[in-house]
């Protein structure tokens, strides 16, 4: 079963690439950092920071500015990687999110998942049925203190260090921007 590309579609996708489980063990998911790689020129997300909320919380804060308007020529798709000591040396997993025009990513996928945002964002908001939406509009988007709950990460995924590689693709199979989101997942009843 591949995971779930909701947040890539916001370049936060990181947040919601694993399936929905359900487990009777809590599954909390802490931020880390979010950092831009490359292709600047489609998006700038340099205000775009990981910080702390309070003692025990870790929040997504800024703005992200997307430069054009990504068409169906845009393509996406996740890697995800996990270092075992939690030493910054990550492994590929092999969960990845197939390749897919970012047009057919908000209807199939991020309409289902969009939810893990709530009101902290002013992210488009796509109806769960809609046939067509596209392209994701140019503009500048915020998220404001914005906590993702790990409910939806399924029991089975380790707990520790993870990074989330967010692609962006052209036709021509040339990487046109990455983003990476570290974070941790955190399991037991003592979170």
């Known amino acids: 079963m591949y995971p779930s590309a909701a947040t ?3 370049f936060i996708s990181v947040l919601g690439c694993l ?3 359900s487990s009777s063990e809590q599954v909390k998911m802490q931020l880390e950092r979010f950092e831009q790689v490359s292709g600047v020129e489609i998006a700038d997300c340099s205000k ?3 910080r702390k909320y309070n003692r025990t919380v870790f929040a997504l804060d800024g703005t992200i500015h997307i430069h054009v308007d990504l068409d169906s020529s ?3 798709t996740v ?3 996990y270092s075992t000591l939690g030493n910054n040396q990550f492994n590929e997993y092999p969960m990845k999110v197939p390749r897919k025009s970012i047009c ?3 209807v199939e996928e991020y309409a289902d998942y969009q939810y893990i945002f709530g009101d902290s964002t002013n992210l488009p908001n796509v ?3 809609t046939k067509e939406f596209c392209p994701f509009p140019k503009g500048e988007y915020f998220f404001k203190d914005t906590v993702v709950n790990g409910s939806f990460i399924p ?3 380790p707990a520790g260090l993870w990074r989330m590689s967010l692609l962006f693709l052209h036709p021509s199979d040339v990487e046109v921007m990455v983003l990476r989101i570290y974070y941790r997942v955190i399991k037991g009843m003592g979170m």
Request: zero cysteines; aromatic letters at 4%; proline letters at 8%.
């Open 8 to 10: 890539v579609l916001a």
């Open 19 to 21: 399936p929905p489980g």
């Open 48 to 50: 775009l920071r990981v």
């Open 74 to 76: 845009y393509e996406v």
């Open 79 to 81: 890697k995800v990687a």
């Open 104 to 106: 057919k990513l908000l």
């Open 127 to 129: 109806a769960k049925g």
């Open 155 to 157: 029991s089975v995924v």
